[in-house]
């Protein structure tokens, strides 16, 4: 199982080569809202808070919530290499195994670099989200100042440093002359940029003036909001971020306003590994603030700045748009002609992706069933058990160490820096807090938000292998006692928050095509197929030791809800085109910064590789991987794709 990280410190650089592993998964999904009958009981006092306003509790985050997409670096391929054996997760160890298209698949990389990932959100009306616009609209009241020409670029990065600092005495001392003029400007401008400093003008022992820049200390009375009379209450921005977690970003961005990242809200997740565009929204923030950072921050960019009424909520979108490029491709211009045609005309199988697994030989399901059949110390011992594959040596260090003394407070000494925010260091910490290291109380040391990670895990690795099941058995074709949404507004859902559906009948069954087929991801809110599908659901949960009929747990956040999913999906503006290059450093694709920068694509001479680059829209909860897979009909996990990036072909 992937461990689920977050490092806000992590700045990158905007044109850094690549590496970082494979994204850490962040997916939300279905949850109950009341207690469970269930066989085991405890108390529930969760120390742990949700770090996102919009992580409500409606059955359909899972659609909500756009997955991350895995990938993996060369820096990590060539690290495995010399390991004797890749250890992990592949696609049949999760149901992942058919396809539906005739064409003859073939060799390509996936995400050898982050950029050759585009991803653009496109919101509730069909528009694309576009970064088009780095300005932003001037505070009303006082005039705002050019920070640049008032603090020097090193007073700007100690600034940005005290921000991030933990000491509540450290300061900054900013020299200035005797202008009081200019003095005045660098209050205005503290006040304006860094809204938690305060700034006093003192004199040195040598008699020069300087201005001390500081945190201003709890309960000393803050400067009232200056909030305009009559502006709305959200600025509504577009967020371009490069090769970073939305969280660290948002966190990142919260660190230098000095504000909590809740304040923060977005209609979806999106990937790591990829350069991403979507729209958040900030409560009461001015557009100035946040405009600002863009000279301070790398690999992000906010910009088209406006001020909107109300917050953006999970879901409020319509899908995402693609640009993919896959290096290394071995296809004459017919059979890429060929895949891409039955991509666009068939479609592909709207498969659960391995991220939503984990990449190691541990799977997130796996913790899953503990948590659902109340094991809470199996739990544990899944989460911060050693994992088997080449790239975990070091991370096993750590984990070795654990299992031999069940000591939680010499493992974390021994946790490396960037995991201090991931799962396994919250569990530990819970683990060294609560009273007789009592596992129950210390899982809830993880986030819900990532707890839930695992149960949902489960739901679809059981909906992955009915479908698979289904297909095998009954091919291509809708069946009489399978489910179908309503004939009324698809979008339209019950209290419980889930679509209505109807089963397909004799009567009924020429309306109907496979493309409007779902499958029901488990839960106590949801009908299953009344044909044999159905049963197979209920044996494929008894295997795990589950029963279908008691999914409302009695410890709330882990009751399943369940929801429904289409079975196929199509993409729409569907495109693709070959493109030669001869050093894979160098982009073959222009993101939305590049325009606005005016960067092309850098030309390549003597090339002797190729690369396919696409584009597509697909609708939001569904995985580009398993659109590629299609194409390509290879493995899209992290271990086969490793070995992909090691090919000789690859040159700087």
């Known amino acids: 199982m992937a461990s689920v990280e977050s490092s806000v410190e992590s700045n990158l650089k905007r044109d850094a080569l690549d590496d970082d592993t494979a994204p850490a998964k962040r997916i939300k999904s279905d949850e109950g809202d009341d207690q469970m009958k269930a066989t085991c009981s405890t108390s529930v006092q969760d120390p742990a808070k949700d770090p996102h306003p919009n992580s409500g509790e409606s059955n359909n985050d899972d659609k909500k919530m756009e997955e991350n997409e895995g990938g993996i670096s060369m820096e990590d391929a060539e690290r495995m290499d010399d390991t004797p054996e890749l250890v992990g997760l592949k696609e049949k160890d999760v149901g992942i195994l058919e396809y539906i298209s005739k064409h003859e698949g073939f060799h390509g990389v996936l995400k050898q670099r982050y950029r050759d990932f585009l991803v653009n959100e496109i919101d509730e009306a069909g528009n694309i989200i576009r970064l088009t616009d780095l300005s932003y609209p001037a505070p009303e009241g006082e005039k705002p100042l050019d920070v640049n020409s008032v603090l020097s670029k090193e007073d700007q990065e100690q600034l940005a440093q005290l921000l991030q600092a933990d000491d509540m005495e450290a300061s900054h001392l900013i020299q200035v002359g005797d202008d009081k003029e200019e003095r005045t400007k660098v209050h205005q401008v503290i006040r304006q940029l860094y809204p938690s400093m305060e700034s006093t003008t003192s004199d ?30 959200f600025c509504k921005f577009v967020l371009y971020k490069e090769n970073m977690d939305l969280n660290d970003a948002l966190g990142l961005v919260a660190r230098y306003l000095h504000i909590r990242p809740h304040n923060f809200a977005m209609a979806g997740n999106k990937d790591k590994r990829a350069v991403t565009v979507q729209e958040i929204t900030s409560y009461r923030i001015d557009a100035a603030r946040i405009g600002r950072l863009n000279d301070v921050l790398r690999g992000i960019r906010m910009g088209n700045f406006r001020y909107v009424k109300k917050a953006l909520n999970l879901g409020e979108l ?62 544990v011992e899944l989460i911060l058990k050693p994992r088997e594959g080449g790239s975990n040596k070091e991370d096993n260090k750590w984990r070795e160490h654990w299992m031999k003394t069940k000591n939680a407070q010499s493992t974390l000494d021994k ?16 683990l060294m807090k609560v009273q007789k290291a009592d596992p129950f109380q210390a899982l809830l040391f993880i986030p819900r938000h990532v707890r839930l990670i ?44 889930v679509i209505k559906t109807a089963y397909i009948t004799e009567e009924n069954k020429s309306e109907y095509s496979i493309y409007d087929v779902v499958l029901p991801l488990p839960g106590f809110g949801i009908k299953y197929p ?24 009695h410890v709330k956040d882990y009751s399943l809800l369940g929801d429904y999913r289409k079975i196929l999906v199509k993409p729409k503006n569907v495109a693709w085109s070959i493109q030669k290059y001869s050093n894979y450093k160098l982009h073959l694709t222009q993101t939305d910064l590049d325009k606005l920068e005016g960067t092309e694509v850098p030309e390549q001479t003597d090339c002797t590789e190729q690369a396919v680059k696409m584009e597509f829209s697909l609708p939001s909860s569904t995985y580009a991987t398993m659109a590629i897979r299609e194409i390509l009909k290879i493995d899209t996990s992290s271990v086969h794709q490793a070995t992909l990036n090691k090919t000789p072909g690859n040159k700087t």
């Open 204 to 233: 040195t022992a040598d008699g020069k003036k300087v201005i001390k820049v500081m945190k201003a200390k709890p309960g000393v009375k803050r400067r009232k909001s200056r909030w305009p009379k009559g502006r709305p209450d």
């Open 318 to 379: 319509s899908g995402n748009h693609f640009v993919i490029v896959l290096r290394n491709a071995q296809c004459s211009e017919q059979q890429l002609t060929e895949a891409m045609t039955s991509f666009k005309d068939v479609g592909f199988i709207n498969y659960f992706g391995m991220q939503r697994f984990g990449n190691s030989s541990i799977a997130t399901y796996m913790v899953g069933i503990a948590l659902l059949k109340c094991k809470w110390s199996e739990a």
């Open 415 to 430: 946790m490396p820096r960037h995991k201090r925010t991931s799962a396994e260091n919250q569990l530990l910490t819970g």
């Open 454 to 497: 695992y149960i949902h895990s489960f739901q679809s690795y059981i909906w992955n292998l009915v479908l698979s099941r289904r297909i095998q058995k009954y091919g291509l074709q809708p069946i009489i006692g399978d489910l179908v949404p309503t004939d009324n507004d698809p979008s339209e859902q019950q209290g419980s928050g």
């Open 530 to 553: 009344t044909n044999e599908v159905g049963e197979w659901y209920k044996s494929m949960m008894a295997e795990h030791g589950i029963d279908s009929d008691k999914l409302k747990h």
